[in-house]
């Protein structure tokens, strides 16, 4: 079964409105998450990486205060997408390990669409 | 900085046509774990193997196999007599010694055709 859930697996939102991606880890405590962004047909970009109880470490090029993440709990991560544009749609996909030695585990994803 | 370079941006192959994916990689770790992951169109990911760098043994899991040479800097994937079910996106991944940096090659669309 799934070992990390991504919540909401689809969402359709109008511009300017801000959208919360949850990303749980179920059955082992994360200390860091990683957030991915993915194009049509594109490879997975590493937007940011999320630590439990500080601040997110962003990518070269990734906005700060659009994507807010939050890692308020070693089981929870959040990503929020303040006032989306069409240009933001695209599919997020979160990950995470319980260290570095075990495998990294994927969310669903979530694709968001901006009209 | 490291790197990962799938130069096959797509495959086609008949159906029970083995196929390999290529993977290259560059790290300035000496310690560093190689990941290969299927990307289906429903667009999860699925993750399907994890090589430790001081772990040069070759595995096989059924119709799938992989490669790694540590000389060459390469980790290929092997799909022996290849079914439809496994048109997917293929992707190979390098995570840092630190664990905290995940570098996806490109990915590699492969189409198998009945």
């Known amino acids: 079964g799934a070992v990390v859930s991504q919540h909401p697996s689809r969402v359709i939102c109008k511009s300017g409105t801000s959208v919360k991606i949850e990303c749980r880890s179920l059955d082992f405590q994360a200390t860091t998450m990683f957030w991915y962004r993915q194009f049509p047909k594109q490879s997975l970009m590493l937007m940011a990486t999320s630590n439990e109880g500080s601040k997110a470490t962003y990518e070269q090029g990734v906005e700060k205060d659009k994507f807010l993440i939050n890692h308020a709990s070693l089981t929870l991560s959040t990503l929020t997408v303040t006032s989306a544009h069409p240009e933001d749609s695209s599919f997020y996909i979160c990950?995470?390990?319980?260290?570095?030695?075990?495998?990294?585990?994927f969310g669903n994803g979530t694709r968001l669409t901006v009209t | 900085a490291q790197k990962v370079t799938q130069a096959q941006t797509e495959i086609s192959v008949v159906e029970k046509e083995d196929v390999t994916l290529d993977c290259v990689y560059e790290?300035?770790?000496?310690?560093?774990?190689l990941f290969w992951y299927k990307q289906p169109p429903s667009g999860e990911l699925v993750f399907l193997i994890r090589r430790n760098s001081f772990d040069e043994q070759n595995e096989i899991s059924g119709r799938y196999s992989w490669n790694f040479q540590k000389s060459t800097s390469s980790f290929n994937f092997t799909i022996t007599a290849s079914q439809v079910v496994d048109s997917a996106v293929y992707f190979c991944?390098?995570?840092?010694?630190?664990?905290?940096?995940?570098?996806f090659g490109g990915g590699t669309r492969l189409m198998v055709k009945p």
């Open positions: 991944a390098l995570l840092n010694n630190a664990g905290n940096m995940l570098t």
């Open positions: 790290t300035r770790d000496t310690t560093y774990y």
């Open positions: 990950s995470a390990s319980r260290d570095s030695k075990s495998p990294l585990h």
